[in-house]
């Protein structure tokens, strides 16, 4: 069974409105992390944004925050008046404690913004 | 500032052949691993290290092998290269024990004809 699941294989989104990356995900562990990561054309992974399933604020960094709805294990990621450079696949991801801290990838979604 | 280094950054191979992907980190990162990248599959784990010595496989990790003798590299080893590994590979690091996001190299670009 897939661990993270990301719905949404592409979205094309209008420059300066916010988008809305869904991610959800399956763990028993009670500690574990999430993360996001863009990958550009140029094809390096760029770390966005961190989570932790104790943390009882949404992670905010700049134009990115983490929508974490623990109950319904989903973490999803906004982007609020997205730029032409936000086009990029975005992959969600998540550290278990109980499995070696292994970091696990969903297969992203492609996200293109229309000028 | 190097990080994490991956060497080479586009290979091409003939079926049957072997070779080693090399990754080092200059972060005295505990944890390592590698990964593939297909189109439509994300980033898949093939496997990882929490410690020098210690290795583990992930995902998919058949025709490939790893070892960890120091903390710095961690190699990955194709034995008998096969068209199904074409591939991006990304090498990772990371501290242990920590949810700590992963570092990653910038990706060798493999093909197996």
């Known amino acids: 069974a897939q661990k993270i699941t990301q719905t949404q294989p592409g979205m094309f989104v209008q420059e300066k409105e916010a988008v809305t990356l869904d991610c959800t995900y399956d763990?028993?562990?009670?500690?574990?992390?999430l993360f996001w990561y863009k990958q550009p054309s140029s094809g390096e992974m760029i770390f966005l944004i961190y989570?932790?399933?104790?943390?009882?604020q949404n992670a905010t960094e700049g134009r990115y925050s983490l929508n974490f709805q623990k109950a319904r294990k989903s973490a999803n990621l906004v982007i609020s008046a997205s730029q032409l450079g936000d086009s990029a696949m975005y992959f969600c991801?998540?550290?278990?404690?109980?499995?070696?801290?292994?970091?696990?990838f969903g297969k992203g979604t492609r996200l293109h913004i229309l000028p | 500032n190097a990080g994490v280094t991956q060497t080479p950054k586009f290979q091409v191979l003939k079926t049957g052949q072997s070779m080693t992907l090399q990754c080092a980190q200059d972060?005295?990162?505990?944890?390592m691993s590698w990964y593939r990248q297909d189109p439509g599959m994300g980033l898949r784990l093939i496997h990882y290290?929490?410690?020098?010595?210690?290795?583990d496989q992930g995902e998919v990790p058949n025709g490939y092998n790893v070892s960890r003798s120091t903390t710095e590299d961690f190699p990955l080893r194709l034995l008998s290269a096969a068209p199904s590994q074409t591939s991006v590979y990304f090498c990772?690091?990371?501290?242990?024990?920590?949810?700590?996001?992963?570092?990653f190299g910038q990706g060798t670009r493999l093909t197996v004809v």
């Open positions: 763990t028993s562990d009670q500690s574990y992390g």
């Open positions: 990772a690091s990371s501290p242990s024990g920590k949810n700590t996001e992963a570092f």
């Open positions: 972060m005295n990162h505990e944890y």
């Open positions: 290290s929490v410690g020098a010595g210690i290795t």
């Open positions: 991801a998540m550290r278990e404690r109980s499995r070696d801290d292994k970091i696990i």
């Open positions: 989570q932790g399933s104790y943390d009882e």
